[in-house]
Structure formats: C-alpha cells, structure tokens
C-alpha cells in the first residue's frame, strides 16, 4: 500500500484513505446524512486533497534533481 506524505508532519496517509473517502461520498445521498457527517466528511477531503498535492510536489522536485 502506497503513503501519502502531509508536510509539515511526520503523518502518513496512506492512498486507501482516498479510496474510502470516495465510497463515504458516496453516501451523502442518504437521507440519514447529518451536517455533523457532511463536516467530518469536508474535514477528510481536505486531508486527502492536501496530501496528494504534496506528493505531486515531491515528485516533481525529486524529479528535477
């Protein structure tokens, strides 16, 4: 399984966290679906999108050395 490194910590996350993401947005249709979940949910994918734009930027910089 693949990591996602987060700047500015030591935290790993690893990609099956994107994944899991997708399938939670995918309940936000549900009728049972609070805003306490729409909240967490947002908080998520700004851990999720945050670390993938660290890894692109890693790489590229890894590929310019």
Excluded: H, K
């Amino acid at each position: 399984m693949q990591n996602v490194p987060v700047r500015g910590t030591t935290a790993r996350y690893p990609v099956s966290l994107a994944r899991q993401l997708l399938a939670d947005m995918d309940a936000v249709g549900n009728d049972d679906f609070t805003e306490r979940d729409l909240c967490r949910l947002i908080g998520r994918c700004e851990v999720v999108i945050a670390s993938l734009i660290v890894a692109v930027e890693d790489g590229a910089s890894d590929d310019r050395t």
